[in-house]
């Protein structure tokens, strides 16, 4: 599935985002941006040590920011490194600290000249997030990002299983109208 927005697209897929041949992929850190599980643990091992000693130099990254490394032995150039937040129940800002980590991501690629960014579904692994409301927050930080875009850009969610893929289709048609 992909949309227009403005002079980008949106798109959303199934598949491994370790294999995405993009400009960057976005990775589901943790704070320490010294590896871990998941997508953060996958990105590492596919990508090799190279990113590793990168991370180290950044002195790791608050919830909602991000910062790039480059992609090691990935097929993508470059890694963004963003840390969404925990889920404690929505009382302590964790929409708009979501919010915040794909649109913090999209700033990097767009300073560092990137223009084809694959995600994965930031939160809603280890870190809890609810699905349908974490598909609701990426896909309207990304749209609000894209309309205000100067520059086009490709974006896709590449989303690990056919049941995220469905969720995500849901909720792009809910923020699309």
Excluded: Q
Aim: glycine letters at 14%.
């Amino acid at each position: 599935m992909e949309i227009k927005v403005g002079k980008s697209r949106l798109g959303l897929k199934p598949g491994d985002i370790t294999k995405e041949s993009v400009d960057a992929i976005v990775n589901a850190a943790n704070t320490s941006l010294l590896g871990g599980g998941g997508v953060d643990g996958a990105i590492h091992r596919a990508g090799g040590p190279a990113i590793l000693e990168e991370c180290r130099k950044l002195g790791g990254c608050r919830p909602g920011n991000a910062k790039i490394t480059a992609g090691g032995r990935l097929p993508a150039r470059h890694v963004i490194h963003t840390v969404g937040p925990i889920w404690h129940g929505g009382g302590h800002n964790e929409e708009a600290t979501l919010a915040s980590a794909y649109r913090r991501s999209l700033e990097v690629a767009r300073e560092n000249g990137l223009s084809s960014v694959s995600f994965p579904s930031i939160s809603t692994g280890a870190y809890g997030f609810p699905l349908p409301l974490a598909a609701r927050t990426a896909l309207g930080a990304i749209m609000t990002f894209l309309k205000s875009a100067d520059a086009a850009m490709e974006v896709t969610m590449v989303l690990f299983s056919a049941a995220d893929l469905k969720l995500y289709e849901e909720a792009l048609k809910e923020v699309t109208g």
